[in-house]
């Protein structure tokens, strides 16, 4: 009985982008219930490509080419934190927007979420090291994750991190308020300042 339960239950796709101009890192993960699968992860290496403007274009087809491969119902995506470099802030941003703006284009809703918001949710301290987060992740994920995509696991973090916030009572209980900012910072940004945008 439980398993015919199981099996009747709706299946959630999240992906996982952590935003960067050298290394992005993204995470796929599968909700049924309470029961989190990890369907792949990896990172997109952009330090090869000569240009800011090649490595928004890659960043554009591999994000296109993942969704089109795992199809997600969701986006969730990191909060660019604000550094010293304004230069490297704005190099930053683009990467973000590029990202979002893959899944805009298909209709995905987007979330954005803090670096602390995403380590808190995974570890219970919004401080927590890279190595912390990943080792709580092998512990929610019950599997040993490859050091070789260290990068990745923050994207596997936020889309975790996503899935523990939307299935909150919290969450729940303000479902249509929620739906709207559901579309993302960009995407209800775009819809309420059409001047903004050239």
Not at 100 to 123: F, H
Not at 166 to 181: G, H, I, L, V, Y
Request: hydrophobic fraction near 35%.
């Amino acid at each position: 009985m439980i398993k015919k339960q199981q099996a009747e239950l709706p299946e959630k796709v999240i992906i996982g982008v952590d935003p960067g101009t050298q290394i992005m890192g993204y995470g796929v993960i599968s909700v049924k219930g309470q029961q989190i699968t990890l369907v792949q992860y990896g990172v997109i290496h952009l330090s090869k490509y000569t240009t800011h403007e090649l490595k928004l274009k890659k960043i554009f087809e591999r994000i296109s080419q993942l969704i089109t491969d795992y199809l997600p119902d969701e986006m969730a995506i990191e909060d660019p934190f604000y550094g010293k470099n304004p230069q490297s802030m704005l190099k930053l941003g683009r990467a973000q927007g590029v990202a979002m703006a893959a899944a805009l284009a298909r209709d995905i809703p987007i979330v954005e979420y803090s670096p602390k918001k995403v380590k808190q949710s995974v570890t219970g301290s919004g401080n927590a090291s890279k190595e912390q987060v990943a080792y709580m992740l092998e512990k929610i994920l019950k599997m040993e994750l490859s050091k070789e995509f260290f990068d990745a696991t923050d994207g596997i973090a936020i889309a975790i991190c996503h899935h523990y916030h939307a299935n909150s009572p919290a969450a729940s209980a303000s479902e249509t308020s929620t739906k709207k900012s559901k579309k993302g910072g960009w995407g209800a940004f775009v819809t309420e300042n059409p001047g903004r945008i050239k």
